[in-house]
């Protein structure tokens, strides 16, 4: 790890920040915290979230840099990371408060590593994570930086200094994941792939697996806990998956196969739901197993870029054509598909009987999937910036009755 001099920047203060509007601070209280891509346990899903039928803007808070990467939120504070500057070169971490999108915190650091992207995304392309303590964010640039809640800097890794080669000239865009006292981050490419076990308080290696040498934006994925078995990680590749031990970095059982590189696996109790020809349903081994069971595969189930949803015994899917599939865990049969306003490249998420969709265009979609065929309960549009050709990229974020959406120029929070 190479020391925090290579950051050319740090500023801490607020001088800059956009003021946020607040049309409506009545909406339901914060129960549940949303820690990382795709909530809690990264299957898309809120335990204990509600979505309004009939969604209105609360309030929206305007952002100084791109980004594709979902809000995070933490108590009362949502934070989200941008990108700024000729080359994206000016990263960035905000913090507002949930009730108001009253603006808390900036941080600004400089991209050490290589900034290039696709120009559909960005380097604020990786949403951040949380252990309840701290924030841990990484861009494109395979920058990784470490906050506490207040906005204080804890740690910096430029990680393009320690592995020269890892770059992707689409753009980086795996999010990280925390498991235990472990941060796991998936830097993987062409040239030089790795998978890292970072310390969460002093953002040192725990452990380094040489990953496939194949572009994949998929993300790592925590699996279950379970009584006897050592807390551990999915790993997702063009050659596969694997579950890690979060703590060493040692394989548990792997799956050899051809598994996408862009949506990412979901899993719940003892079921890994893999994006591989369809939806694989594999079986997680009993300890000392070191291949899962295959129980079912579904080639009409197709997720696409997004990543599959969640709900207790129903797996949802988005395709490219904007077609939502509902799906029983059990063998993978369809039940329905909903046509809907599409194209998406944000996932859906989804709490109870409803999900939410945001399509590129920015328009909200709420679906009873409790109705024999699924149906439409209610859309938001929300306003894009048309002379920049704005688009909305990023998976939504639950908390409460409230659901948080970013654009490229604004943080949206919406309730009922």
Same mark, same amino acid.
Request: hydrophobic share 45%.
């Given at each position: ?67 594709? %990467? &979902? +809000?995070?939120?933490? $108590?009362?504070? @949502?934070? !989200? ?5 000729? *080359?994206?070169?000016? #990263? ?81 865009? %795996? &999010? +990280?994941?925390?498991? $235990?006292?472990? @941060?796991? !981050? ?5 040239? *030089?792939?790795?998978? #890292? ?220």
């Amino acid at each position: 790890m190479r020391s925090c001099t290579l950051f050319s920047l740090c500023l801490t203060s607020l001088v800059g920040l956009a003021t946020a509007s607040a049309a409506n601070t009545a909406a339901a209280p914060i129960t549940t915290d949303w820690p990382a891509f795709r909530g809690p346990v990264s299957s898309g899903a809120s335990p204990s979230a509600q979505i309004p039928a009939q969604p209105k803007i609360a309030w929206s808070a305007k952002l100084p840099g791109r980004g594709l %990467s &979902s +809000p995070i939120i933490m $108590g009362e504070k @949502v934070f !989200v990371t941008a990108a700024e500057g000729p *080359e994206q070169e000016r #990263l960035r971490v905000l913090c507002f408060r949930v009730k108001d999108g009253a603006p808390l915190w900036e941080r600004q650091l400089l991209a050490t590593g290589r900034t290039m992207t696709h120009d559909k995304t960005s380097v604020a392309a990786s949403t951040p994570c949380s252990d309840g303590k701290r924030i841990f964010a990484l861009w494109s640039s395979n920058d990784l930086a470490a906050f506490d809640f207040e906005g204080n800097l804890l740690w910096l890794r430029g990680l393009t200094a320690d592995y020269s080669n890892a770059s992707n000239s689409l753009g980086m865009a %795996s &999010s +990280p994941v925390t498991v $235990g006292a472990t @941060v796991v !981050v998936q830097i993987e490419n062409d040239s *030089e792939s790795y998978a #890292l076990g970072i310390d969460a308080s002093t953002g040192k290696n725990l452990w380094k697996l040489e990953r496939p040498k194949f572009a994949n934006w998929s993300s790592p994925v925590p699996l279950p806990a379970r009584p006897g078995f050592p807390a551990a990680v999915l790993l997702q590749s063009k050659e596969g998956v694997c579950a890690v031990d979060a703590a060493t970095g040692k394989t548990l059982w792997q799956l050899a196969g051809n598994a996408s590189t862009m949506s990412s696996s979901v899993a719940l109790k003892d079921v890994v739901y893999l994006p591989a020809s369809g939806m694989t349903a594999l079986g997680v081994p009993a300890l000392g197993v070191s291949e899962p069971q295959t129980l079912w595969n579904a080639r009409q189930i197709n997720p696409s870029t997004t990543s599959p949803l969640l709900l207790d015994s129903r797996l949802f899917t988005v395709n490219n054509a904007g077609i939502l599939t509902m799906a029983e865990t059990a063998a993978g049969d369809i039940k329905w598909k909903l046509r809907l306003t599409g194209p998406f490249s944000g996932s859906p998420v989804g709490a109870g009987d409803r999900i939410v969709l945001v399509n590129e265009k920015a328009l909200l979609q709420v679906v009873n999937t409790a109705a024999p065929e699924g149906e439409v309960l209610g859309q938001l549009q929300l306003p894009l910036d048309a002379k920049t050709k704005e688009l909305a990229l990023c998976t939504p974020a639950l908390s409460g009755g409230r659901i948080f959406v970013r654009t490229d120029s604004t943080l949206w929070c919406v309730a009922k």
